[in-house]
């Protein structure tokens, strides 16, 4: 098993930055990717921007160019910093961790963002 602990949520206006932070409770040995989706009320939860163990990067077309994922492997822990926040950004931003070995996807328990317009 693997808890992801998220960080790094709040409050700020349009145009400001956010850095979420999330971490993995032990050391992820297997090919993995790891990222961050989002979830508004009453909506699906979509993807914002993935990151695999090897480096590569996928976004949300809503959010390039603004956000920009990475990852520490030695500190089992991905980042998503986000610029230009925009009013329609508001959302619970879940850490995500996938394996492709077992097919295992872990969540965390969500950060919410808010951005004021």
């Known amino acids: 098993q693997v808890q992801l602990v998220e960080s790094g949520g709040g409050l700020v206006q349009a145009g400001g930055s956010l850095r979420l932070s999330c971490a993995a409770s032990r050391t992820i040995f297997s090919i993995n990717r790891m990222g961050w989706y989002r979830q508004a009320p009453g909506k699906q939860r979509e993807l914002v921007a993935v990151i695999n163990s090897g480096g590569t990067t996928n976004y949300a077309d809503s959010v390039k160019g603004r956000f920009t994922i990475s990852r520490d492997n030695a500190k089992n822990t991905v980042y998503l910093q986000m610029n230009s926040l925009k009013p329609e950004d508001t959302r619970v931003y879940y850490c995500?961790?996938?394996?492709?070995?077992?097919?295992?996807?872990?969540w965390g328990r969500g950060t919410q963002v808010t951005v004021s317009s």
């Open positions: 995500n961790l996938h394996e492709y070995s077992t097919s295992s996807d872990y």
